[in-house]
């Protein structure tokens, strides 16, 4: 299968981030500062309790507070409950979350991945839906794998809209990293793990030393990780490629095969040689030189389909760097200054088939070649040839990513009106830098030249180029195992070389504290001002750079545009927390918070974002609390100026096969007899795509806007202490979704009526050979309709009382997923509305060409949970966890909702069309359980910890869902565990 998901030479990801080894250590620490009012007692207003207990900055809001449970849904994880978990990343940890849903990329995703990093994807929006922050502040890279994992306090996950708050690309909610603080002493941590099928070994040591004083503090360190390679073929579920095909005639059964690019070659035959064999592809006999059209060829059949999945992988290796530091220092009693930063340099790469050389990729034979016996010309347009180049080895990419983050800035407090007050002011600079080195891509120009016409010279009884030009050297394309052919290719596969970076900055200014006081409390201000701007500038080597007009390169694949440009954004915002009432019968309290934030972006405009927030204490024990806020994220450089870089989408239907009518503007070229079938769509084979910003495809781009609603309570009894219950409805609207409109959407919207993306299709015309078959689809960013999704989050935590048998705690966290909603054109009769929740939506379908998520295909369970329990005694300590991942289907029985799981009609023989299909075939899977299990003791003389824990304890495999409806593994590395039953160990000096 082709490579390519999207633009790989412009992805922004890396890895680095300290495996299991996450220590917890020291003083807890606070999500932005922590400090204690500074009036004296005698001088202290009415709120004199609350001015002397620590306020804090819980995510979600800039007011600080007392309180740690507000009207924003936060769920932490702190730093011992990351340990536990033995993963390698951060990544792995945050997406097991129930709230994290849709198509994310990791390390398990090999195609469209491979470069180390993991996405999260709160609410199932997507990554870029999410905000990641680090002590409250922007980072460059959105990739939490780059982000150190030893230098974590605890993980803030606000699972509410917070574009008030943080500005754009807080829609999906809110990953804010809290650093280490306060930290005295060093500490050695080693780890090792290992898959049950002793492959996948992961190693890694990390060293934190900190020094604290009255003045100050400091906490630094390095850490490194790497972890090997997993092959496909090592597991059962992977080892091939599995594919379903069935029609309204046929049963539906699965073969192995795969891709129409095999090693023999796939040939269109001319039309005697079709009339005698009955079928218009053929395919060289094993053995055979393919010299002879009449005895070396057999009709083509799904039995020839390229196996291409042994050779993939289901973990891509990785291999991470980290050095940080974070510190402060006070210069005066009420001026502070900090610095945090960090380094991270990830090395990665991923492992795909070999090469493909076709027509459709600018493959050109001559009909002149002395190795032709067609006398036929294939080229592109034309006659369609395809082959696998095996013995060209196999293709593969490494990557070099490295991150620089820095935060600096003076902070402090003063009072005014004895009212305290704190003010920040800071610069952030993030650096970012990606190098791509691309292998096994044979130089389609050469190959092509040596296609030529050509003849045998009589003198040498050497086959010569007809063109004389030096090194061009003939060789038989119909047996790429001739040793003149492998010579040939292995001759023309070149390395390529390209890179990226990017460069943001942020200026901001902040202040918060009180105003006036009210009989239920302070009313409280927090204002700020920040300027942000980003730059943005790839390179691409000449082999890979795309041809505007055939959309094809010099290497055939991974084809890529460079892209330079930038953008900046003023912002400012406030937000105020007014106490209404308090210490009343039925009010323990009642408060409301309110916020807006201005941001002005230099290309897209101006937006304003307001929240409202309300939290209602009947009682101590009762929280209600709910929250309405208006959520915005602009296009960025890449959505807007992107240029063209090569895809392989995949087609689930061609709504113009069959047809019998003219003037569609999508079926251009197609025959109207009702004979058409799109051979590619028929075949369950990917098609050329081309990924691109707005301005390329020539369709308008502007931000997304929408609402987040959440409603909930918390509770906790104070007749069961230690126990703890919370329950969210949450919903989110988003009109103007801006994402990659796939080639299916594309294709169904121009043929429903909106013609703004009929330029976008190409086919061959009337009168070529492939007349009406689909040459390229453009597959532009743009703002496409609407998205709605709802649902609920519950939460339980409960500390037993002390037991003599030890100290338990259990915990439950869950989403109920009620609704996750496409529209693709709202209030026109093109509008097509997909029905997501409980479904998985397979590659090339129209629901995940619409999905703003990665990965190629998308996943939305209606339940996700995970729980734990965790128990100590002494100097001993366990934790048992589970992940649960809830029941699912593809394909459904509605013809607007139908994905067609089973493949669509090629082999009957007969016209083909829509009417052929397996049409209404649902395919139901179970709900998945994971279960985790780690041991620890402390060995307190020698002041060292051992740890030991076995991940995936029993082995529970993924649910198998086809090749022809995924794009990795035949299943969804997004979502489940590819490696199996793992084993970790970790040893831990403190000094």
């Known amino acids: 299968m082709k490579q390519l998901g999207v633009k790989k030479l412009s992805s922004a990801v890396r890895l680095a981030l300290s495996l299991g ?155 804010n990293f809290v650093l280490k603080k306060d930290y005295q002493g060093a500490q050695v941590s080693v780890n090792y793990g290992q898959s049950d099928h002793n492959d996948g070994a992961s190693r890694g040591a990390t060293f934190t030393f900190g020094q604290t004083s009255d003045k100050g503090s400091i906490v630094a360190g390095i850490d490194y990780n790497k972890s090997d390679a997993i092959l496909a073929s090592n597991r059962k579920f992977s080892q091939n490629a599995v594919s379903l095909y069935g029609t309204k005639s046929t049963p539906v059964s699965s073969s192995i095969g795969g891709s129409t690019f095999i090693a023999h070659g796939r040939v269109q035959l001319p039309a005697a040689l079709q009339a005698s064999l009955g079928c218009k592809y053929g395919v060289a006999n094993a053995g055979a030189s393919g010299q002879n059209p009449a005895t070396d060829y057999h009709c083509f059949t799904n039995a020839d389909k390229y ?134 891509l044979p130089n389609t120009d050469k190959i092509n030249a040596d296609l030529g016409p050509s003849h045998l010279d009589p003198v040498t009884g050497k086959v010569v180029c007809d063109s004389g030009a030096a090194g061009c050297t003939p060789f038989n394309p119909f047996n790429m195992f001739d040793p003149q052919s492998v010579a040939a290719l292995q001759a023309a596969a070149v390395p390529a070389i390209s890179n990226a970076h990017r460069i943001e900055k942020v200026y901001s200014v902040d202040v918060n504290g009180g105003l006036f006081d009210l009989p239920a ?168 795509g081309v990924v691109s910003g707005a301005q390329y495809a020539g369709i308008p781009i502007g931000p997304e806007k929408g609402k987040s609603f959440d409603w909930g309570f918390v509770y906790s009894p104070s007749y069961v202490p230690g126990l703890s219950a919370s329950v969210d409805i949450w919903k989110i609207y988003l009109n103007d979704t801006i994402t990659t409109i796939g080639a299916q959407t594309v294709l169904n919207l121009c043929y429903a009526g909106e013609t703004t993306y009929c330029p976008l299709i190409k086919r061959f015309p009337t009168g070529n050979v492939n007349a009406g078959q689909i040459d390229n689809i453009i597959e532009p960013t743009g703002n496409l309709g609407r998205t709605d999704a709802g649902g609920v989050d519950l939460s339980l935590r409960y500390k037993l009382p002390q037991l003599p048998f030890g100290n338990f705690t259990i915990g439950v966290d869950g989403t109920y997923l009620s609704r996750w909603d496409q529209q693709t054109a709202p209030g026109s009769d093109a509008n097509a509305v997909y029905h997501d929740a409980g479904h998985f939506m397979p590659f090339g379908s129209a629901q995940a060409a619409a999905c703003p998520s990665g990965g190629g295909v998308c996943l939305f369970p209606r339940w996700r949970a995970q729980g734990f329990l965790n128990w100590n005694l002494g100097n001993w300590d366990a934790s048992w966890r589970m992940r649960y991942i809830g029941r699912f289907q593809n394909g459904s029985k509605s013809p607007s909702q139908d994905t067609f799981p089973g493949g669509v009609c090629y082999y009957e023989g007969k016209p083909q069309g829509n009417h052929c299909n397996a049409t209404g075939l649902v395919l139901k899977y179970g709900a998945t359980v994971y279960n985790d299990v780690s041991l620890g003791y402390n060995i307190d003389p020698y002041n060292t910890r051992v740890d030991f824990g076995v991940n995936n304890l029993f082995d529970k495999q993924p649910p198998f869902l086809y090749a022809n409806n995924t794009l990795n593994a035949n299943t969804d590395p997004s979502d489940f565990d590819l490696i199996g039953r793992y084993f970790w160990a970790r040893v831990t000096v403190k000094f």
């Open 21 to 175: 080894a996450v220590i917890a250590v020291g003083a807890s620490s606070v999500a932005f500062a922590q400090d204690t009012g500074s009036q004296d007692a005698a001088n202290q207003s009415s709120q004199e309790k609350a001015k002397t207990l620590q306020t804090v900055v819980v995510t979600g809001s800039h007011i600080r507070r007392v309180d740690l449970e507000t009207s924003n849904p936060v769920v932490t994880i702190d730093a011992a409950a990351i340990k536990a978990t033995g993963k390698l990343t951060l990544g792995d940890v945050l997406q097991s979350l129930p709230a994290v849903t849709g198509g994310n990329i990791n390390p398990q995703v090999n195609n469209s991945g491979g470069t180390g990093g993991s996405s999260i994807g709160l609410r199932g929006l997507g990554a870029q839906r999410t905000l990641l922050l680090i002590n409250g502040k922007r980072i460059i890279n959105q990739d939490p794998n780059s982000i150190p994992a030893d230098m974590i306090e605890r993980v803030e996950v606000l699972t509410d809209g917070a574009s008030s708050v943080y500005g754009s690309d807080a829609i999906g909610g809110v990953v």
């Open 307 to 440: 196996n291409y999945a042994t050779v993939n992988l289901i973990q891509t290796p990785q291999e991470r760097t980290s050095l940080f530091v974070n510190g402060t220092y006070d210069l005066g009693e009420h001026v502070t200054a900090y610095m945090d930063a960090y380094h991270n340099k990830t090395t990665s790469g991923f492992q795909l088939a070999p090469a493909l050389y076709g027509t459709a990729y600018g493959a050109v034979i001559s009909k002149d070649s002395y190795y032709n016996p067609f006398g036929q010309d294939f080229v592109p347009g034309g006659n369609d040839f395809r082959v696998r180049l095996v013995s060209a080895g196999n293709r593969s990419a490494n990557f070099g990513t490295a991150t620089d983050q820095a935060h600096a800035g003076l902070k402090g407090d003063f009072t005014i009106l004895d009212q305290a007050w704190n003010w920040d002011a800071g610069m952030s600079y993030g650096h970012f830098t990606q190098n791509l080195i691309t292998r096994g």
């Open 521 to 688: 409390g302070t009313v409280q201000l927090a204002a700020g001002a920040d300027y942000r701007k980003e730059y943005t500038n790839s390179t691409v080597d000449p082999l890979l750079l795309i041809d505007p007009v055939s959309l094809n390169c010099t290497l055939g694949s991974q084809c890529a545009s460079p892209l330079q440009g930038g953008y900046n954004a003023k912002e400012v915002y406030a937000e105020m927390f007014v106490p209404i009432l308090k210490d009343l019968p039925g009010v323990q309290s009642l408060n409301v918070t309110i916020g807006d934030r201005y941001s002005r972006f230099n290309l897209f405009g101006s937006n304003n974002s307001k929240k409202f927030a309300v939290e209602y204490r009947p009682i101590n024990d009762l929280l209600l609390r709910a929250t309405v806020s208006d959520v915005f994220r602009a296009p960025t450089v890449l959505d807007k100026f992107g240029a063209a870089a090569s895809d392989a989408p995949k087609l689930s239907n061609d709504p113009c096969n069959g047809t019998t009518t003219a003037g569609n503007p999508a079926c251009v070229g197609v025959p109207t007899d009702g004979s058409f079938t799109n051979s590619d769509v028929a075949a369950g084979q990917q098609i050329k």
